[in-house]
């Protein structure tokens, strides 16, 4: 069955506010991965959080992982118009290598 | 870091015909690619994992006669859509993994818009 799912489907904001996604999954993953995908466009690897991590920073993404909760959330800090895109969790539950279960995504909207 | 090329980047065609998408590795060598298909405003749903030198591996519901794949190089796999009808019109993406050892992060094409009329 699917896994990740996101919450917010869609969200809009002003520029330089901050942006939570987040994603649940439903069984237990090796490791836990965002990725940005523009309009029309192939996806693009942000970062990765493995299952014994809690947190992790890069640039302005932070992002953290429940796996009591089964859940991970994506903080973008002082968004940018550029940061208009949408957003997908993908679990790696182990098995055949890439084999991720991608979530629906997050539509954002930064409004200049 | 690496680079997965995807061409055509968009095709439309009549219904009945076959349409090839191609699927290079740029600067490194994949033995193993994913295609993957996207509805409007939906998820990637995996569609086949492809391997250099042996038979792509389908997902359940994907016909493999209708979608064929070929992985001819440790560099090039190519999705086939046999007598593509309307209902086949999506948006197919592959991608590679970056590192052959570990489930690390997929490093994708960018995409080809299929519309068949």
């Known amino acids: 069955s699917q896994q990740g799912e996101e919450d917010p489907q869609a969200l809009s904001i002003q520029e330089g506010e901050n942006a939570t996604m987040n994603c649940s999954y439903k069984?237990?993953?090796?490791?836990l991965q965002w990725y940005r995908q523009n309009s029309g466009r192939g996806l693009v690897h942000l970062i990765l959080i493995r299952s014994n991590e809690r947190e992790k920073h890069s640039g302005r993404l932070r992002v953290t992982l429940d796996t009591s909760k089964k859940s991970s959330s994506l903080l973008i800090t002082a968004s940018r118009a550029a940061d208009t895109a949408s957003y997908f969790c993908a679990s790696n539950y182990g098995g055949s290598q890439g084999n991720l279960i991608f979530g629906k995504g997050t539509k954002l909207s930064v409004k200049p | 870091g690496a680079v997965v090329s995807q061409h055509p980047s968009r095709v439309i065609c009549k219904s009945g015909t076959s349409v090839k998408i191609e699927c290079r590795s740029l600067d490194f060598q994949a033995t193993t690619m994913f295609w993957y298909r996207q509805f409007p405003k939906q998820s990637l749903m995996l569609m086949a994992t492809s391997n250099e030198g042996s038979k792509a591996t389908y997902e359940q519901g994907v016909e493999k006669d209708k979608f064929l794949i070929n992985h001819a190089s440790l560099t090039l796999s190519t999705l086939t859509v046999t007598s593509a009808h309307p209902e086949d019109s999506s948006f197919y993406i592959c991608?590679?993994?970056?590192?052959?050892?570990?489930?690390?992060?997929?490093?994708f094409g960018s995409g080809t818009q299929l519309s068949v009329l």
């Open positions: 069984t237990s993953i090796n490791n």
């Open positions: 991608s590679a993994p970056g590192q052959p050892t570990t489930n690390e992060k997929l490093f």
